[in-house]
């Protein structure tokens, strides 16, 4: 049973930072894809960052230069280091897993006040 399990949400002021973790099992984790993606109130889930089997990132404009995604093959984690936050990142942050199929943690809350 595949699980991904994602903890480090909270508050925290405009300017601040907070990392997200995202434990995974049920999976080979190292020859997963790993990315973070996040859903604002009233708004569509949006892709925001992501890390290839091999090493290789990518991320949203809107995170760029302040979000950092990193993985731990050997925990089968993933983290998102999130800098300079502002109150337009407030949302729920999902860890998404992708080789063959596309599998989904339940999200962790992230909230940044104007």
């Known amino acids: 049973q595949v699980q991904l399990v994602e903890s480090g949400g909270g508050l925290v002021q405009p300017g601040g930072s907070l990392r997200l973790s995202c434990a995974a099992s049920?999976?080979?984790?190292?020859?997963?894809?790993m990315g973070w993606y996040r859903q604002a109130p009233g708004k569509e889930r949006e892709w925001v960052a992501r890390?290839?089997?091999?090493?290789?990132?990518n991320y949203a404009d809107s995170v760029k230069g302040r979000f950092t995604i990193s993985r731990d093959n050997a925990k089968n984690t993933v983290y998102l280091q999130m800098n300079s936050l502002k109150h337009e990142d407030t949302a729920v942050y999902y860890c998404?897993?992708?080789?063959?199929?596309?599998?989904w943690g339940k999200g962790t809350l992230v909230t940044v006040p104007p």
């Open positions: 049920g999976i080979s984790f190292s020859m997963y894809a």
């Open positions: 890390m290839s089997s091999g090493g290789i990132t």
């Open positions: 998404n897993a992708q080789r063959f199929k596309n599998y």
